[in-house]
T-cell receptor
Framework: KAGVTQTPRYLIKTRGQQVTLSCSPISGHRSVSWYQQTPGQGLQFLFEYFSETQRNKGNFPGRFSGRQFSNSRSEMNVSTLELGDSALYLC???????????????FGEGSRLTVL | AQKVTQAQTEISVVEKEDVTLDCVYETRDTTYYLFWYKQPPSGELVFLIRRNSFDEQNEISGRYSWNFQKSTSSFNFTITASQVVDSAVYFCALSDPHSNYGGSQGNLIFGKGTKLSVKP
């Protein structure tokens, strides 16, 4: 069974640019969450999608947005990049809201974004 | 507000030693879940355990054991006879019940993590 796949794994952008990150959840999972991980702030929740609807959002500016498609794949976008956006962005999928849910989040290996 | 504190930033032990990772949490809610995740160098977080607030039984899984004490708001994790492969960053996390939706646990509040190095 394939795990959570995130692309790209690494990318470098400059300030002011925008970036789109992609996440393919485990087959059958309809919930996808995004987290930002930095050395200073640690792991912080960005948002969660379920069946194409955003149902939770963390405390991040509007430059951070996301969406989920009908096949549960999700993308997140960061516009007008700032140096502080350099981070590892982790995606997680789960059976949340579905039968068989154990509460476990299955994480991908992340997309490491460097903003110069 | 919900908060998770992992006071130990880094721990270094020699193989076969036992090691305990501390986790203290804060929440005003009576219903919540606690988790431990492991992050190896590859980056992905690996689920280790989930415990709900009504279940204070300790749990043992192989070399791993967890001690949940509501009276002290702690959920500590012990690795017995540590191995080099246990080297990783370990995160304790708390579910945010205000974000629950149909049983969703998508929003977790993580501690800053404890980096464990096990030397041969």
């Amino acid at each position: 069974k394939a795990g959570v796949t995130q692309t790209p794994r690494y990318l470098i952008k400059t300030r002011g640019q925008q970036v789109t990150l992609s996440c393919s959840p485990i087959s059958g999972h309809r919930s996808v969450s995004w987290y930002q991980q930095t050395p200073g702030q640690g792991l912080q929740f960005l948002f969660e999608y379920f069946s194409e609807t955003q149902r939770n959002k963390g405390n991040f500016p509007g430059r951070f947005s996301g969406r989920q498609f009908s096949n549960s794949r999700s993308e997140m976008n960061v516009s007008t990049l700032e140096l502080g956006d350099s981070a590892l962005y982790l995606c997680a999928s789960s059976l949340a809201g579905m039968a068989g849910n154990t509460g476990e989040l299955f994480f991908g290996e992340g997309s490491r974004l460097t903003v110069l | 507000a919900q908060k998770v504190t992992q006071a130990q930033t880094e721990i270094s032990v020699v193989e076969k030693e036992d090691v305990t990772l501390d986790c203290v949490y804060e929440t005003r809610d009576t219903t919540y879940y606690l988790f431990w995740y492991k992050q190896p160098p590859s980056g992905e977080l690996v689920f280790l355990i989930r415990r709900n607030s009504f279940d204070e039984q300790n749990e043992i899984s192989g070399r791993y054991s967890w001690n949940f004490q509501k009276s002290t708001s702690s959920f500590n994790f012990t690795i017995t006879a540590s191995q080099v492969v246990d080297s990783a960053v370990y995160f304790c996390a708390l579910s945010d019940p205000h974000s629950n939706y149909g049983g969703s646990q998508g929003n977790l509040i993580f501690g800053k993590g404890t980096k464990l190095s096990v030397k041969p």
